[in-house]
């Protein structure tokens, strides 16, 4: 049994503005990516990984992969038209002998910790999948037709999802060719069918750098997380 990293870095980054997608912006000197992949790989938890980019990006990706060495496989996918695309262009990556567990994860969450990950298998020992995900802090509003809001939602049971986002491989492949338009996460396509997906409770540091402001918050994050290692 083979645990998958599966990376997305197959993105625009429309709502970043930035000259080049978001994944390649220099977070301390790297790219975003770089520190996403590099710290999948010092986990020491996968066996395997799936790194999906558009064709256009393939000279960043060969200078990453020149920088973080791995003595596992690393399967290269070309991003689809939609992330839940390129997640299956990045699944069908994967041998069909593999079989076991995949952690798809956005590249722009550079910030994820081991214990997620520990969390999350240990939940896909009872559950057919597993998310992070964080529950809501502040009230939540919705805005069917802005800006007038329509009702409030009851935030007890409201959670924004995260990544990693974890599946037995077979079952997740599965669900995903079976159509993946509509689909903003990887959970869903397993909700699609009925099929029972657990949250496990992620952390607020764990962003998705989509937009300039998170670049800001991205760079205190490392510079905390950075200053907690040398203390330990
Ligand atoms: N067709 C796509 C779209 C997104 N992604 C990846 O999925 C992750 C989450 O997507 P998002 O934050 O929305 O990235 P973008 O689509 O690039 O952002 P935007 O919507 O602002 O264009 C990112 O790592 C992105 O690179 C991908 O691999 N393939
Ligand atoms: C998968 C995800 O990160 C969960 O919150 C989110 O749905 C990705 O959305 P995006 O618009 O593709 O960034």
Redesign the pocket.
């Known amino acids: 049994m083979e645990r998958v990293a599966l990376i997305?870095?197959?993105?625009?980054?429309?709502?970043?503005g930035s000259a080049v997608?978001?994944?390649y912006l220099e977070l301390s000197g790297r790219p975003v990516l770089q520190h996403t992949l590099q710290r999948f790989v010092d986990f020491c938890f996968f066996q395997r990984f799936v790194l999906?980019h558009r064709c256009e990006d393939q000279a960043w990706i060969e200078g990453i992969l020149r920088q973080v060495e791995t003595k596992y496989p690393v399967h290269l996918a070309l991003?689809?038209?939609?992330?839940a695309?390129?997640v299956l262009n990045g699944l069908e990556a994967v041998p069909s002998s593999v079989s076991g567990q995949v952690y798809i994860h956005?590249?722009?969450r550079p910030f994820v910790q081991r214990f997620h990950l520990e969390a999350l298998s240990e939940c896909l020992q009872q559950y057919a999948g597993a998310i992070l995900a964080c529950p809501a802090h502040d009230t939540v509003k919705e805005v069917a037709r802005f800006p007038s809001i329509a009702r409030t939602l009851d935030r007890r049971s409201l959670y924004l999802a995260q990544t990693p986002q974890a599946f037995e491989l077979e079952t997740i492949r599965h669900a995903l060719r079976r159509g993946t338009e509509g689909l903003t996460d990887d959970a869903s396509a397993l909700e699609r069918d009925g099929v029972d997906v657990a949250v496990v409770e992620g952390s607020r540091s764990n962003i998705?750098i989509?937009t300039p402001e998170d670049m800001l918050l991205a760079e205190a994050i490392l510079g905390q997380q950075e200053k907690n290692k040398r203390s330990l």
């Open positions: 997305l870095a197959g993105g625009t980054g429309q709502r970043m997608p978001k994944q999906v991003a689809g038209s939609h992330r695309e390129s956005d590249g722009v998705k989509t």
